[in-house]
């Protein structure tokens, strides 16, 4: 099996090819960077190993919580490049690749709030928007793995693992997952896991119910 996985929903974007046996190659897209250079940087990694996309197995995506930019950017192309290949696509959440074995997560919300993940394995138990002492209380006695620096700080009190930002290739676990469960999402419908509702969304919404008064 052949995978294509795709990660721009973090400080910096990057890509990767796998097998079921392990990497096969992967590129850091720096800063962010990701709309510009992801889809040369894919089409330089095909290139370079032989594959077409007509080959993969599927062509795999975190599709947030992150950068409104980055999640777009990077769903779009592998929705894209499912349509072109006529490939399956599996997208994963970025607060499930965190939770790993501690199974809670957090990433910086903005707004003075948390985007929160719970799971137990893969399995997802929920994942919501929670303000500090929401989340405080959530983890409780548990500990809690992040990835930037400002939320292990918000979080000081509690149980905190600090992690890199997970690249494109530590995605392959959920993929193979995913693939041997039968589970693919519809490249039709598949929308970016925001979390929370945008600015424009949150005024068209007022808008609509002052219409309604």
């Known amino acids: 099996m052949r995978f294509l996985l795709i990660h721009t929903a973090g400080a910096e974007g990057s890509v990767a090819l796998a097998t079921e046996a392990g ?3 992967s590129e850091v897209l720096p800063g962010r960077s990701s709309s510009e250079h992801l889809v040369s940087a894919v089409r330089r990694l095909m290139e370079t190993a032989g594959w077409g996309l007509r080959e993969l197995k599927a062509v795999v995506v975190v599709h947030g919580p992150g950068s409104f930019t980055g999640v777009r950017v990077g769903l779009s192309a592998a929705k894209g490049l499912c349509g ?27 707004r003075g709030e948390f985007y ?15 303000s500090r002492d929401a989340l405080r209380a959530a983890v409780g006695s548990g500990e809690v793995t992040v990835c930037e620096l400002k939320v292990a700080e918000a979080l000081a009190g509690l ?6 930002e997970p690249l494109a ?15 693919f999402d519809d490249v039709a419908v598949a929308d970016a896991n925001y979390l929370r509702q945008t600015d424009l969304e949150i005024l068209a919404k007022a808008k609509m119910e002052g219409q309604a008064r």
């Open 159 to 164: 149980r905190v693992k600090l992690v890199d």
């Open 116 to 130: 929160f993940g719970e799971y137990a394995g893969q399995r997802m138990l929920r994942e919501t928007l929670l």
């Open 23 to 25: 990497v096969v190659a």
């Open 169 to 183: 290739e530590t995605v392959l676990p959920l993929a193979l997952e995913r693939v041997r469960v039968g589970e």
């Open 84 to 110: 072109a290949g006529e490939v399956p696509l599996i997208a994963v959440s970025r607060l499930a690749l965190l939770a790993g074995e501690t199974g809670y997560s957090a990433l910086d919300a903005g």
